[in-house]
């Protein structure tokens, strides 16, 4: 399996940024799929999932209401919609797969994701 992640670029605080991941190999439909960021001296953190259905989606806190995550399974792309951007979601956004997953359920575990893509680099200017 092998993501694709894209999208990435410099915005204005309030502004709104879309990033996609593309996959190819495996079974998309049947993996969940997270979005994470690592800003600068911080460790990675996951910012949501949604399960291989699409019918189940987390959010941490501090993203809850301005981000949204989806996947068109056709297309075999995961999408991050990223609106009311804030300086503090600057970081490199990573996209990973997990492919153990039941088919309705998202995942939390950052242990548990299996492939990872390399990386698009938003930057929120204030």
């Known amino acids: 399996v092998q993501l694709q992640a894209s999208g990435g670029g410099l915005v204005q605080a309030g502004g709104s940024q879309r990033l996609s991941c593309a996959a190819s190999?495996?079974?998309?439909?049947?993996?969940?799929l997270g979005w994470f960021r690592q800003a600068p001296g911080q460790e990675r953190e996951l910012v949501a999932s949604i399960s291989g259905s699409a019918t189940s989606t987390m959010y941490i806190d501090s993203v809850k209401g301005r981000f949204t995550i989806s996947r068109d399974n056709f297309k075999k792309t995961a999408y991050l919609q990223m609106n009311a951007l804030k300086p503090e979601d600057t970081a490199v956004y990573f996209c990973?797969?997990?492919?153990?997953?039941?088919?309705?359920?998202?995942?939390?575990?950052?242990?548990?994701?299996?492939?990872w893509g390399q990386g698009t680099l938003v930057t929120v200017s204030s």
């Open positions: 990973a797969a997990d492919l153990d997953s039941n088919w309705w359920s998202y995942q939390r575990d950052a242990h548990a994701y299996d492939y």
């Open positions: 190999g495996g079974t998309f439909g049947h993996m969940a």
